[in-house]
């Protein structure tokens, strides 16, 4: 596609309930990033994939988090048993390695739990 | 870790000024340098990228300066405009290839007429 299309980009959830969030990357960029940004905070870093390499999990906050990516495209991060501090918009970009270009962000997916 | 202070949380500017915002690093030094602009609701878009051997780049009326001494980096927006009223982040990767990129917490800008 001709941008990183993520989904939902709302989600309501009720606490201890897990969520799916989908993050369909740029065709042919072979690096793929999860970060989650908190009002007022940084982007956080939550997940790095590359290729057919082992995923970079070191950011991930709990062992509630995962994350996969199927075929070298599609990636769904998953948080289970949600909790309200996981409140956040989770962006997802994607990147051709060694690229001089940057990432390519997604508009992200707000999550709230209540 | 990586520490990485962007000046001010807020900067106000009139029209046709210069906008300069600074990114300060700590720790180690980085292969490159990358700055990004966000709108509310959106995610980052890629701006300029600089590496650790440049010490300038200009992308039409950006600037972006690397001084690798004072681990500082410097944004410029030249002849600026209410539309370029938005919160510029800088992002800081360790290697030769794409890994993953330390963000600073970005400087709001607005741009008054």
């Known amino acids: 596609g001709a941008g990183v299309s993520q989904s939902p980009s709302n989600k309501v959830t009720e606490k201890g309930k897990d969520v799916e969030l989908r993050c369909d990357p740029i065709?042919?960029?072979?690096?793929l990033y999860w970060y989650r940004q908190s009002l007022g905070q940084g982007l956080e870093f939550l997940i790095y994939f590359q290729g057919n390499s082992a995923p970079d999990k070191s950011g991930l906050p709990s062992d509630r988090f995962s994350a996969e990516r199927t075929g070298g495209s599609v990636s769904t991060l998953t948080i289970q048993r949600t909790q309200q501090e996981d409140s956040a918009v989770y962006l997802c970009?994607?990147?051709?390695?060694?690229?001089?270009?940057?990432?390519?962000f997604g508009s992200g997916t707000r999550l709230t739990v209540v | 870790s990586q520490k990485i202070e962007q000046n001010s949380e807020a900067l106000n500017i009139q029209e046709g000024k210069t906008a300069t915002l600074t990114c300060n690093y700590t720790n180690y030094s980085p292969a490159y340098l990358q700055w990004y602009r966000q709108d509310p609701g959106r995610g980052p878009v890629f701006l300029l990228l600089?590496?650790?051997?440049?010490k300038e780049k200009r992308k039409e009326r950006l600037k972006v300066t690397f001084d690798t001494t004072l681990k500082q980096s410097l944004f410029h927006i030249t002849a600026s405009q209410p539309a370029d009223s938005a919160t510029y982040l800088c992002a800081l990767d360790r290697g030769s290839t794409l890994g993953r990129l330390y963000f600073g917490r970005g400087t709001q800008l607005t741009v008054w007429p």
């Open positions: 600089i590496r650790e051997n440049e």
């Open positions: 970009a994607s990147s051709l390695a060694g690229s001089n270009y940057g990432y390519t």
């Open positions: 065709s042919g960029h072979t690096a």
